[in-house]
């Protein structure tokens, strides 16, 4: 008598393992979605502190100039302007930003969105609890 003796997986073995296998992508896949989302807010993080010491220096430079009166100053760039001015040199152009100076040389309002967050404070230093989702636009800045 000949045995029969066939090598492989059938086919409820093959089922089993898609099965288990797509339980685990089930399981895994919302903490792999949430790691996304938090380096992009951290990354939205790094650059309103980006923005923040670009417009520190740029009013002390301004500050600086001979014969100029210490006034209450700001750093714009909107929807309306954001081709044309920018006003810190942001080298990415989705980033928006309302900045207002006292005299006194503190930042009285920092607005700024990137389309996806925006963060809108009239303290300092950067706090995390006051960056919010926007919405498509960037409707949180706008220039006066």
């Known amino acids: 008598m ?5 090598k492989g997986f059938t086919l409820v073995v093959l089922i089993a393992v898609i099965a288990i296998l797509s339980i ?3 399981m895994a896949l919302p903490q792999v979605l949430e790691l996304f989302n938090d380096s ?4 939205f993080i790094t650059q309103v502190q980006s923005i923040y010491r670009a417009a520190e220096e740029q009013y002390v430079s301004d ?9 209450a100053t700001s750093y714009c760039k909107d929807e309306a302007n954001s081709s044309t001015d920018d006003d810190l040199n942001i080298s990415n152009d989705d980033v928006l ?14 607005k700024v969105s990137d389309g996806k ?3 809108t404070s009239t303290s300092s230093p950067v706090k995390i609890g ?3 989702e926007a919405d498509d636009t960037h409707s949180a800045v706008t220039c006066d």
């Open 63 to 71: 500050q600086l100039v001979p014969n100029n009166e210490k006034l």
């Open 97 to 110: 930003y309302d900045i207002e100076f006292n005299s006194e040389g503190q930042i009285t309002l920092i």
């Open 130 to 132: 006051d960056i919010k």
């Open 2 to 6: 000949k045995k029969n003796n066939k």
């Open 40 to 43: 992009r807010e951290s990354a």
């Open 24 to 26: 685990l992508l089930v």
């Open 117 to 119: 967050y925006s963060y």
